[in-house]
């Protein structure tokens, strides 16, 4: 596994290992071991998978503590625009964000720790995305950013408006959301 950083501390995208032939490929897409060794050691609790159409934009989401979720996400095949916040309060990025294309070709994963919100768009037909995560949802402690504040100012390279879902249309701006100390 190769481990890009992206400029944010604690967020980092990870490239594995791929070994190809002419009958295809094969590559671990996640090893605890090494994950521990590169990234920190994390327990994770439950997997997640959603498939969309394009167009669908999920996000900004996060929880807060005692049940703030570090995610490790990827693309299972399509292709989305994965965006990661920082809302660290402490951090020298705070409220900047991270972007990028994770496909189901470049087998690319993001490392987000407690401390981020995120979100994705669908840019193909369809995707399937998967995400491993180290704290159960809890409606209690989870929250939305507004996916199109203006203070974050990201790009979601939408040639068309999105399809959100009722809690993503009603997320709160940056400036007045709960964060991280």
């Given at each position: 596994?190769?481990?890009?950083?992206?400029?944010?501390?604690?967020?980092?995208?990870?490239?594995?290992?791929?070994?190809?032939?002419?009958?295809?490929?094969?590559?671990?897409?996640?090893?605890?071991?090494?994950?521990?060794?590169?990234?920190?050691?994390?327990?994770?609790?439950?997997?997640?998978?959603?498939?969309?159409?394009?167009?669908?934009?999920?996000?900004?989401?996060y929880?807060?503590?005692?049940?703030?979720?570090?995610?490790?996400?990827?693309?299972?095949?399509g292709?989305?625009?994965?965006?990661?916040?920082?809302?660290?309060?402490?951090?020298?990025?705070?409220?900047?964000?991270?972007?990028?294309e994770?496909?189901?070709?470049?087998?690319?994963?993001?490392?987000?720790?407690?401390?981020?919100?995120?979100?994705?768009?669908?840019?193909?037909?369809?995707?399937?995305?998967?995400?491993?995560?180290?704290?159960?949802?809890s409606k209690?402690?989870?929250?939305?950013?507004?996916?199109?504040?203006?203070?974050?100012?990201?790009?979601?390279?939408?040639?068309?408006?999105?399809?959100?879902?009722?809690?993503?249309?009603?997320?709160?701006?940056?400036?007045?959301?709960?964060?991280f100390?």
């Open positions: 596994m190769k481990v890009h950083p992206t400029g944010i501390d604690g967020l980092l995208l990870l490239e594995p290992t791929k070994f190809g032939d002419d009958r295809g490929y094969f590559f671990e897409s996640f090893n605890e071991k090494r994950f521990a060794e590169n990234v920190g050691d994390y327990t994770f609790v439950q997997d997640n998978q959603s498939g969309s159409v394009r167009g669908v934009l999920r996000g900004l989401h929880q807060l503590e005692p049940q703030a979720q570090g995610k490790l996400v990827r693309a299972v095949s292709t989305v625009l994965d965006v990661a916040v920082d809302i660290r309060r402490s951090s020298p990025t705070f409220g900047k964000h991270y972007a990028v994770l496909t189901g070709e470049n087998n690319l994963q993001l490392w987000i720790p407690p401390g981020f919100a995120h979100g994705f768009v669908t840019l193909s037909d369809t995707a399937v995305f998967q995400y491993k995560v180290t704290r159960y949802w209690d402690h989870e929250r939305c950013i507004a996916w199109d504040d203006p203070e974050l100012g990201i790009d979601w390279k939408l040639d068309m408006a999105p399809l959100l879902s009722a809690k993503d249309t009603q997320g709160t701006r940056f400036a007045e959301a709960d964060m100390a």
